[in-house]
Structure formats: structure tokens, C-alpha cells
């Protein structure tokens, strides 16, 4: 399969446990997103990476949450001291972008956190 | 940064009749607007999309169209199956980056 692929789908970790989270994109995509969403919401922009480079973070990402991609390929997004309002789907995406004309985001099945 | 309101937030319609879904952006320039397809535990996944500078595209079923003078665009889904039960999201993106509506849950009833 050479989809966007996540890793665990599922997490259920106790209130002030750390979680970590992998995306691999698509091997050939410069841009990787991640995006949360909760029950009933549309995906909401976490941040995004050009390459290596992290080109932006929304204010939705409290200095608990971290993202990395380190060598331009797959990508870790980790969550420290989780809180119970952190429980969603989260949600990796890549895309290609050549300054051109915006093209397809590509989504993985997302990682479900669950916080006791 | 942008905002995108979807309308309605649930849809039921009878097998083979037309469904529409509504959104309006808040940012002039965006400049790109899919829709996604979100059925029950998976992926959302692109099902059409239109660009700026033009107002309307279809694709079988599915029709997308764009008013750029009121910062709308709709959906439009014609002859209406079971397998178009599903979440649909709309979004408007901005230097390649993406603002999703809310969502609209569509059940199509045999």
C-alpha cells in the first residue's frame, strides 16, 4: 500500500501520560499535515512541514505537542502530560507541491487518542 | 486565518433524489475548494474539487459550484444511492492549506 499510513490507530493512555504518534506520507510528497478532529468536526490544521522544515503551527498546539520530521520522510507528533481534552482523532496528510496548481491532500486512517 | 461554514449539518433524502450542501470562506484569497467524503472509520477521501477561476465542475453525479463575489460554494448530488451515505466536508484552501467546514452527514434512504 502506498497510501499515508498511521501508526497506532488506536490509543488509550491515562491523564498525564505522554503519546507519541508516526506518519508516513507518501513517499514522493513534500507537504505533511497533521490535522485533529473530534466527534461531529471537520478536521482542524495543526500544522504542516515543508520537507524537514515545520512552516507553521496553529495556536490549537499548546507547547505540549511537538512535531517532528526529521529527515523529510515520516513524521512524529508527540503529546506530553495528555489531558482529557486532547482525546480525538488525529489525523496525518501529504500532499505534492511544486508551486503549481493545488493538488489532492491525501489522508491516513488517523490515530485515535483516548485520555482517561 | 480563514473560516468556513458548512450547511446543513445533517441531510436525509429518498433514494434518487438530489442532496446540496452549502459553505461559505471567509478569505478573498482562497483560491482552492474540495470536497471529502468521510464514511465511517476511514479516510477522508477527494471526491471533486474546483479552483478560483472557475464557476462550476461536474463529474458524473456530483457537481461542484463556486461564486467568488459572495465567498460560496455548494455541492450538488444528483440521483442519490445508499453508498452516497456518508460525511461530506467541504474546504477552502490558501497557500496550499486547508480550513474544513464542520461537516454534513448525508443519509440516503432506500
Known amino acids: 500500500d502506498t497510501g499515508v499510513s498511521q501508526d497506532p490507530r488506536h490509543k488509550i493512555t491515562k491523564r498525564g501520560q505522554n503519546v507519541t504518534f508516526r506518519c508516513d506520507p507518501i513517499?514522493?510528497?513534500?507537504?505533511l499535515y497533521w490535522y485533529r478532529q473530534t466527534l461531529g468536526q471537520g478536521p482542524e490544521f495543526l500544522t504542516y512541514f515543508q520537507n524537514e522544515a515545520q512552516l507553521e503551527k496553529s495556536r490549537l498546539l499548546s507547547d505540549r505537542f511537538s512535531a517532528e520530521r526529521p529527515k523529510g520522510s515520516f513524521s512524529t507528533l508527540e503529546i506530553q502530560r495528555t489531558e482529557q481534552g486532547d482525546s480525538a482523532m488525529y489525523l496525518c496528510a501529504s500532499s505534492l507541491v511544486t508551486g503549481g496548481p493545488e493538488r489532492e491532500l491525501f489522508f491516513g486512517e488517523g490515530s485515535r487518542l483516548t485520555v482517561l | 486565518g480563514e473560516n468556513v461554514e458548512q450547511h446543513p449539518s445533517t441531510l436525509s433524502v429518498q433514494e434518487g433524489d438530489s442532496a446540496v450542501i452549502k459553505c461559505t470562506y471567509s478569505?478573498?484569497?482562497?483560491?482552492?475548494f474540495p470536497w471529502y467524503k468521510q464514511e465511517l472509520g476511514k479516510r477522508p477521501q477527494l471526491i471533486i474539487d474546483?479552483?478560483?477561476?472557475?464557476g462550476e465542475k461536474k463529474d458524473q453525479r456530483i457537481a461542484v459550484t463556486l461564486n467568488k463575489t459572495a465567498k460560496h460554494f455548494s455541492l450538488h448530488i444528483t440521483e442519490t444511492q445508499p453508498e452516497d451515505s456518508a460525511v461530506y466536508f467541504c474546504a477552502a484552501s490558501r497557500d496550499y492549506k486547508l480550513s474544513f467546514g464542520a461537516g454534513t452527514t448525508v443519509t440516503v434512504r432506500a
Open positions: 474546483i479552483r478560483s477561476n472557475v
Open positions: 478569505d478573498s484569497a482562497s483560491n482552492y
Open positions: 513517499s514522493e510528497h513534500n507537504r
